[in-house]
């Protein structure tokens, strides 16, 4: 447990069932964790599914501040997914809910449990566009370009 809150990015998606009562609940879910408080969240966003296959995807980025460690945060978010019935039959496969840690402050991190930041982050227009709404100073414009063949589109406030 870190002294002083960290700000924490943490994306959501979720492409099967009601996805977008999902991910509305996901946000709640992840600002009700301990020593947790959401910051900021993103509108949903619609998007094709990146490198996977299914229905279009619903996603979103909160921004927290946790006390949590990376480690705790990520089993914390890993146990939400359970929760919300997701499991992996196979890589990139249709999810009730996927979490992924982004960011947590500037810590750099490669264990064989947890990357961070995210490896794949920046190439996400699913990621990238939320990240860009909410904590635009992480995201530059060539980043942007970089994923702008990848559909999304705002849904929700």
């Known amino acids: 447990m870190s002294a002083k809150p960290v700000m924490a990015c943490v994306a959501l998606g979720a492409n099967l069932g009601d996805a977008v009562a999902t991910v509305q609940q996901a946000l709640r879910d992840v600002a009700g964790l301990p020593e947790t408080q959401l910051f900021k969240a993103s ?3 619609r998007s094709a599914p ?16 946790t006390q949590l460690s990376p480690v705790a945060l990520l089993h914390a978010l890993q146990a939400l997914e359970l929760q919300s019935g997701r499991e992996r039959p196979f890589k990139n496969a249709p999810r009730t809910l996927d979490l992924d840690l982004i960011f947590y402050g500037d810590v750099a991190l490669a264990t ?3 990357t961070l930041p995210h490896p ?10 939320p990240v860009a ?10 980043q942007l370009v970089a994923v702008q063949d990848q559909p999304i589109q705002r849904i929700l406030p």
């Open 43 to 45: 509108s949903l966003y």
């Open 112 to 114: 064989p449990e947890l």
């Open 50 to 65: 990146y490198e996977a296959q299914g229905p279009d995807f619903i996603n979103a980025v909160a921004l927290i501040h």
């Open 133 to 142: 709404e909410v904590w635009p100073e992480r995201v530059s414009d060539l």
């Open 120 to 129: 794949r982050w920046h190439e996400r227009a699913f990621v990238l566009q």
